[in-house]
């Protein structure tokens, strides 16, 4: 899906709300919450919310929590920690993010509004919008060549076998 970014005050973190509401069907917010891993800025209920406004999941360089409710649920988020703390929102009542939708570092990486995020459990990674096309047709070039590898594997071909027919495994 395509990012909404969300920065975060270090020692200041509130949960993403209002990128919440602004989400729309296939979006995917990414949270750089300066990496804290004590603070969780997303849980279950704010998963199920997600969830019910289409919203595909949540990156976030930092912590989450209730892992097992999201993964009921088939919501996925990527956090850096899990820890059942969360932020003070729900005793103070703020729910105003730093800034939305601004480039955003996540996990070391930089996200812009409008990104494609492509995510699943093995990582994430981030297409920038104005390469989407390059990067699709290189991805299409990718797949193709490990599924002729996969068939020779499949035909119990050899180390040698492969290194010599692709050049590698």
Same mark, same amino acid.
């Given at each position: =899906? ?6 975060? %005050? ?9 990128? *919440?509401?602004? =989400?729309?069907?296939?979006? #995917? ?9 004590? #603070? %969780?800025?997303?849980?279950? *209920? ?7 406004? =289409?919203? !595909? ?7 989450? !929590?209730?892992?097992?409710? *999201? ?19 729900? $005793? ?5 993010? *730093? ?9 070391? #990486? ?5 990104? $494609?995020?492509? @995510?699943?459990?093995? =990582? ?10 390059? $990067?699709?047709?290189? @991805? @299409? ?11 020779? #594997? @499949? !035909? ?9 027919? $692709?050049? !590698?495994?």
């Amino acid at each position: =899906g395509q990012a909404i970014t969300v920065q975060l %005050s270090g020692g200041d973190l509130v949960d993403p709300l209002r990128a *919440l509401e602004m =989400g729309q069907l296939g979006d #995917v917010i990414c949270v750089d919450a300066g990496g804290d891993t004590e #603070v %969780s800025v997303c849980g279950g *209920l704010m998963g199920g919310l997600a969830k019910n406004r =289409g919203i !595909r999941g949540m990156i976030v360089d930092g912590a989450g !929590r209730d892992i097992d409710e *999201l993964e009921d649920i088939n919501w996925p988020i990527w956090t850096r920690s899990i820890t059942p703390r969360g932020t003070h929102t729900m $005793f103070s009542g703020r729910k105003e993010e *730093l800034s939305i939708n601004v480039p955003i570092a996540c996990g070391g #990486v930089v996200v812009r509004p409008g990104d $494609f995020i492509v @995510a699943d459990t093995i =990582g994430v990674c981030v297409v920038p919008l104005d390469r989407a096309d390059e $990067f699709l047709t290189l @991805a @299409a070039e990718q797949a193709e060549r490990e599924a002729n590898t996969r068939e020779w #594997v @499949a !035909r119990g071909k050899t180390v040698e076998d492969l290194l010599a027919e $692709f050049g !590698r495994i």
